[in-house]
């Protein structure tokens, strides 16, 4: 919770910013790939990246650190959802390793700067 006491608004916290950055890259991932036409795994790898950015931006508008905590974890679940439904992606050859691990890589990366800020 260290870095949230210098914060002053949701744009400020680098796990918004990198959050975003993801779901930007899932958008691209799924009009780009074979996933665009396979529409519960298409949507389920959206709402796992939405859900990541949306509820650090929730936690930070509660009032309380328990509550921000609470949404933190939640977002760090997301993380984990949607690293397993990239893994499903590959493993029906709707996208390649080569394309599916950076995004994975991020995600795991994003997911423990979640764990450092919930600390």
Known sequence: MREINRIRKLEDLEVFRDARGIVRRVYDLVVTTKTAHRYPLR???????????????????????????QFLS???????????????AEDLAFVSEQVVQPLIEDAMRLSRRLARLMD
């Open 43 to 69: 949507d389920q790898l959206l709402r796992a990246s939405l859900s990541v950015v949306s509820n650090i931006a929730e936690g930070f508008e509660r009032d309380g650190d328990r509550e921000f905590l």
């Open 74 to 88: 939640q977002a760090k679940g997301s993380c984990g959802e949607l690293r397993a439904q990239l893994r499903v």
